[in-house]
């Protein structure tokens, strides 16, 4: 958290993220927009708060984004039981997206939203499952679920079995 508060804003302005190889994924319509850096998520390293898989801009106010919090992702092929001991808490909620479909676009740096898994889990043609991997926010602007919560509403993500999304309002408050 001390890492991500001190490192992120670098990230601020949409430009700096660009420059630096992250690219949206399309989804700024639900108010809360991924940048992601690809080859981030492709390697092993995990909760470097100078390079994280993702950044989170608030897109809410036209014309005005908002950098809001990072996301880590664990190395692809992580399953929950993969969670360092370290970040299984109470007040961490790792969560998956088993059902989002990536297309590639003419940037190879790019992958946007392309929709949703059919009922059987495919993809639709010309596009790819996003990496299922566990991942967690960390957010630098108050959330009202607490500095660890995951997105709520559309393409929230699944959190796991037998668990329900947190919302940790007792330190909602802390930055």
């Not at 420059?19 to 991924?34: C, N, S």
């Not at 393409?155 to 037998?162: D, K, L, R």
């Amino acid at each position: 958290m001390r890492d991500t508060l001190r490192d992120l804003p670098r990230f601020a302005e949409q430009s700096a993220a660009y420059a630096a190889g992250y690219r949206t994924i399309g989804d700024a319509v639900t108010g809360d927009e991924h940048w992601v850096n690809w080859a981030y998520v492709a390697d092993s390293d995990i909760f470097d708060s100078m390079r994280p898989e993702s950044l989170v801009y608030n897109t809410r106010v036209p014309g005005h984004t908002v950098l809001e919090a990072a996301m880590y992702m664990l190395a692809p092929g992580s399953r929950f039981t993969d969670i360092p001991a370290l970040f299984q808490s109470p007040l961490t909620q790792f969560h998956v997206h088993n059902n989002i479909c990536f297309a590639q676009t003419s940037d190879p740096l790019q992958k946007v939203f392309a929709g949703l898994t059919d009922s059987n889990g495919n993809c639709p043609s010309g596009t790819t499952l996003a990496g299922n991997v566990p991942m967690l926010h960390v957010w630098i602007v108050k959330n009202p679920c607490g500095p660890f919560a995951a997105l709520s509403g559309i393409a929230a993500g699944q959190v796991p079995p037998g668990e329900t999304p947190n919302c940790d309002t007792a330190h909602a408050g802390v930055l």
